[in-house]
T-cell receptor, first 115, second 115 residues
């Protein structure tokens, strides 16, 4: 158990819909990261938040957005869903340097299926 | 551009045999390097990491990896594979000049273990 909690574990929805994925980081971790894992693209970094502020952005579509709340949990919002958005979405957290060592702790993922 | 390459998509070894999974990186400077393992339906678990210093790194579950700057490689090894090692293995790198934890992952190597 990594200490990172993601909900829901599975989600099935239709094209054009909107979903929200939720992540609770490990206790004390200020950074939250979102990754997308698909068969064709592999693991891709989407976005990072640190203590409520966006810190880095990767290959995140404009239809996707995220935020980190004061209690440090994070939500990834996916809208106008397309078939190609079907993937496993991981959340990870890490302790801030220098206390942390850069290691990411991953949740078990939310599997999104778009029909 | 920064990249991490895992040349082998799928490897099959016999139980008890030795294992080496290849990883090559392309970064402007020496990156922080990681190996993660993903069992089916699970999140990613860190096996080991290299930041600096000793180029032979020991990890969990009997794994080790060797950083070779001259070959831009960070190969994962295990002297004797167990059936429970069957999983997918990901090499990842991060350049810490900017965002901590913005890991770039290789495509992964799926390990199958023959009895």
């Amino acid at each position: 158990d990594s200490g990172v909690t993601q909900t829901p574990k599975h989600l099935i929805t239709a094209t054009g819909q909107r979903v929200t994925l939720r992540c609770s980081p490990r206790s004390g971790d200020l950074s939250v990261y979102w990754y997308q894992q698909s068969l064709d693209q592999g693991l891709q970094f989407l976005i990072q938040y640190y203590n409520g502020e966006e810190r880095a952005k990767g290959n995140i579509l404009e239809r996707f957005s995220a935020q980190q709340f004061p209690d440090l949990h994070s939500e990834l919002n996916l809208s106008s869903l397309e078939l190609g958005d079907s993937a496993l979405y991981f959340c990870a957290s890490s302790a801030p340097l220098p206390k942390g060592t850069g290691e990411l702790f991953f949740g078990e993922g939310s599997r999104l299926t778009v029909l | 551009a920064q990249s991490v390459t895992q040349p082998d998509i799928h490897i099959t070894v016999s139980e008890g045999a030795s294992l080496e999974l290849r990883c090559n990186y392309s970064y402007g400077a020496t990156p922080y390097l990681f190996w993660y393992v993903q069992s089916p339906g699970q999140g990613l678990q860190l096996l080991l990491k290299y930041f600096s210093g000793d180029t032979l790194v020991q990890g969990i579950k009997g794994f080790e990896a060797e950083f070779k700057r001259s070959q831009s490689s960070f190969n994962l090894r295990k002297p004797s594979v167990h059936w429970s090692d069957a999983a997918e293995y990901f090499c990842a790198g991060a350049g810490y000049g900017g965002s901590q934890g913005n890991l770039i992952f290789g495509k992964g190597t799926k390990l199958s273990v023959k009895p």
